[in-house]
């Protein structure tokens, strides 16, 4: 839909006679807490409303928006649009009135939090089951659109290059083809800082259903890609609708995979440390 900023809570109250008992609930808790749609997934938000998904997903359609996440950006904006001394749709916590070394200080705070909640989250079981499925894998993929697609792509070439078949698809028709060939002596790796990207969490089920081993990077422990994944591996830090993208975000998958890749090598230190060689050298003539 076409939105203006400022009509959103205006229409929930032309509408809320339509809504039926289950969207009713959608909107009070809605109304209860405004910002903490922001940084919640659509399963926290239906969880907290006592409703299904589909309810929640119905009532952002009866405002008019195409789903949960249209609507959270409209919350975005409504919410941003009331203080005008921010960079809402850039980077929150930084004033218009900061020095550039004011700018500087708060970025370096924000990636160090991001890093040391993602440090938090991380459960060593986890990490070392991840390990195991890739150490045990005949091919490994990873997989992800948008910027958790590049991701995807750095996590690809931190591993092959100590030997590991590796690859990664970050268009969703690709992903499919891929996801539908694996077996269950492979791995997919999904990467989704949302955990509701509708072609990661499809890939992610067809690989489930091809009998390979599963694990997911996103932010939301209780989000549509974890029901898919063996393995749940959370990054750190409350990325709001309007910093979609945001580097931050990235930073704290990279983490995750870099991790994955240490803990690799340890375990493997022998064989990683010779193909690491074999691949520097093979690309040694390439620098001046």
């Not at 809504?19 to 808790?29: G, L, R």
Request: contains cysteine; aromatic residues 10%.
């Amino acid at each position: 839909m076409d939105y203006e900023i400022g009509t959103l809570f205006p229409l929930l109250s032309t509408l809320k006679h339509s809504f039926t008992k289950s969207e009713k609930k959608v909107m009070d808790a809605f109304l209860e807490n405004p910002e903490e749609v922001l940084y919640s997934s659509i399963t926290d938000f239906s969880e907290k409303a006592k409703v299904g998904d589909t309810t929640v997903v119905r009532f952002c359609r009866k405002l008019g928006f195409k789903g949960y996440h249209d609507f959270k950006i409209a919350v975005a904006q409504e919410l941003s649009n009331s203080s005008s001394n921010t960079f809402g749709s850039f980077n929150e916590g930084i004033d218009i009135k900061d020095s550039f070394d004011d700018v500087l200080q708060k970025l370096i705070g924000k990636n160090i939090e991001a890093l040391q909640e993602t440090a938090t989250l991380l459960n060593k079981a986890d990490v070392e089951k991840a390990v195991k499925f890739i150490e045990d894998s005949r091919m490994t993929v990873f997989y992800g659109v948008g910027t958790s697609g590049i991701t995807a792509l750095d996590a690809k070439n931190k591993f092959m290059r100590i030997g590991i078949p590796v690859d990664a698809y970050t268009d969703g028709h690709m992903q499919a083809m891929s996801a539908s060939l694996l077996t269950e002596v492979d791995t997919a790796i999904a990467i989704s800082y949302s955990g509701s990207t509708k072609d990661t969490v499809d890939t992610m089920q067809i690989a489930r259903e091809n009998g390979a081993k599963t694990i997911c990077i996103t932010h939301y422990a209780k989000s549509p890609v974890t029901k898919y994944a063996d393995v749940v591996l959370l990054s750190g830090y409350n990325e709001s609708p309007l910093q979609g993208g945001a580097l931050i975000t990235k930073i704290a998958q990279l983490y995750v995979i870099d991790v994955l890749y240490t803990e690799y090598f340890r375990k493997n230190v022998s064989m990683a440390s010779k193909n690491k060689s074999r691949s520097g050298s093979a690309i040694s003539d390439k620098l001046y």
